[in-house]
């Protein structure tokens, strides 16, 4: 089945760094990713759509400055955190939709910790 | 905007016994899909099974079936002889069936955390 990699699984950073995440799509071309954020024992909340050689559509709330995020090719989307601060720390997400069978795939997600 | 609901924080089952997990949602679209998602300890995203608005039929996929009440703008999943492996957080989520493809995003509800008791 379609695969989607998100790297790092796990990323410790300290205060003030910025950290980067990838989520490529390994056997399918993805026009549009999405990227979600997940707190402890809590829902999927949508930070944001990718969309590939465009600008990304950022959901109300979501600083486009703090939370970069770059779909420079159909098949991988990054999502930067700069400057991170402890209320970062979280689980982020992230799904593509293979643009042929329309069907939504998820990476395992990465697991933010910052000190 | 869409809204989804499931107003189960938590819910038990024994193993080999039937559960149903709840779920409401809000739209004024008449055409949508819906979806029932597990998420197991590992927190990898799995979907268990999908509906069409505009099938009235309801979406069965091995023991797991869902009631679709389009009127009632419910959407229940029904996990029939519960296994231990089933056990983990479950969303249920609603996703736009037109308009652009960015406007397709998935809208989750709270979640359900099921555990199963051998």
């Known amino acids: 089945g379609a695969v989607v990699s998100q790297h790092p699984s796990r990323v410790i950073c300290k205060s003030g760094t910025s950290v980067k995440i990838e989520c490529r799509s390994l056997?399918?071309?993805?026009?549009?990713m999405f990227w979600y954020r997940q707190f402890p024992k809590k829902s999927l909340m949508l930070m944001a759509t990718?969309?590939?050689?465009?600008?990304?559509?950022?959901e109300q709330g979501v600083e486009k400055d703090k939370f970069l995020i770059n779909h420079a090719s159909l098949t991988l989307s990054t999502l930067t955190v700069t400057s991170a601060h402890p209320e970062d720390s979280s689980f982020y997400i992230c799904?593509?939709?293979?643009?042929?069978?329309?069907?939504?795939?998820f990476g395992s997600g990465t697991q933010l910790s910052v000190l | 905007a869409q809204t989804v609901t499931q107003s189960q924080p938590e819910m038990s089952v024994q193993e080999a016994e039937t559960v149903t997990l709840s779920c409401t949602y809000d739209t004024s679209e008449s055409d949508y899909y819906l979806f029932w998602y597990k998420q197991p300890p590992s927190r990898q995203m799995i979907l268990v099974i999908r509906?069409?608005?505009?099938?009235?039929q309801n979406a069965t996929e091995n023991r797991f079936s869902v009631n679709f009440q389009k009127a009632a703008k419910s959407f229940s999943l029904k996990i029939s002889d519960s296994q231990l492996g089933d056990a983990a957080m479950y969303f249920c989520a609603y996703r736009r069936s037109m308009g652009i493809e960015g406007a397709q995003k998935l809208v989750f509800g709270q979640g359900t955390r099921l555990t199963i008791n051998p």
């Open positions: 990718s969309n590939e050689g465009s600008k990304a559509t950022y």
């Open positions: 799904s593509a939709r293979d643009v042929l069978g329309g069907k939504l795939f």
């Open positions: 509906q069409e608005a505009y099938k009235q």
């Open positions: 056997d399918f071309q993805a026009t549009t």
